[in-house]
């Protein structure tokens, strides 16, 4: 089975960045996902993370490290558009490929 | 190009009613999963289908839940006898199928069930 941690809530301002920690646990890591979701909307890509490092996109940047079996989603220059739950989810190599387990997401609030 | 369309996106039913959920993929898709979310929950996968094929349900529930993907037509997602704890919102994504490694989901706005 699969475990995924992040927080909450997180509060940021408007302008600033904000990390957004992820960790797992899995018994045959093959990729993780950052979603957006919008309330009452549908949850969009932002990024997918196979190998270790940093996948940079605009304002958005993800890392991850399979050792530590950790993410982090980094945004820059804060928009109050950015007001949004996040979603970590991993695909495991075993049976069911395909299957994304998402995480609680993390419901960010960016502030004036 | 339109995205994964689904509907109803409200629907309210009674205990003991049945709940039909439709979901278009996105043009030139051919995968179909369905998602359950429940209140401050995770997303949870239910059902993965391929055109007229089931490929894993292994997320859903063996009693009064069903889903198919008919060579016409949308994709379905059917709750007979529905029970309280069946209020959530179903989410459907779909993905090409060239594009299996990234694992990439489009998902629709959700139908939000609610059962009296």
């Known amino acids: 089975g699969q475990n995924i941690d992040q927080p909450t809530e997180m509060t940021a301002t408007e302008g600033a960045i904000v990390q957004i920690n992820c960790t797992y646990q899995?018994?045959?890591?093959?990729?993780l996902f950052w979603y957006q979701q919008h309330a009452g909307e549908a949850p969009t890509f932002l990024s997918y993370?196979?190998?270790?490092g940093l996948e940079e996109k605009g304002r958005f940047s993800s890392f991850l490290s399979r050792s530590k079996g950790y993410s982090y989603l980094l945004l820059k220059e804060l928009q109050m558009k950015d007001s949004a739950s996040y979603l970590c989810?991993?695909?495991?190599?075993?049976?069911?490929?395909?299957?994304?387990?998402f995480g609680k997401g993390t419901k960010l609030s960016v502030i004036p | 190009n339109a995205g994964v369309m689904q509907n109803p996106r409200h629907l309210v039913r009674r205990r003991g009613q049945e709940a039909r959920l439709r979901c278009s993929p996105m043009?030139?898709?051919?995968?179909v999963y369905w998602y359950r979310q429940l209140p401050e929950e995770g997303l949870k996968f239910m059902v993965y289908l391929q055109k007229e094929n089931i490929i894993d349900e292994s997320g859903m529930p063996k009693e009064r839940f069903s889903a198919e993907f008919p060579k016409e037509g949308p994709s379905i997602l059917r709750i007979q006898q529905v029970v309280r704890g069946d209020s959530a919102a179903y989410f459907c994504?779909?993905?090409?199928?060239?594009?299996?490694?990234?694992?990439?989901?489009?998902f629709g706005e959700g139908s939000r069930l609610t059962v009296l």
């Open positions: 994504a779909s993905s090409h199928p060239s594009a299996p490694n990234t694992g990439e989901l489009f």
């Open positions: 899995t018994s045959g890591f093959n990729g």
């Open positions: 993370n196979v190998l270790d």
């Open positions: 989810a991993v695909r495991d190599r075993g049976a069911g490929s395909y299957q994304l387990t």
């Open positions: 043009k030139g898709h051919s995968h």
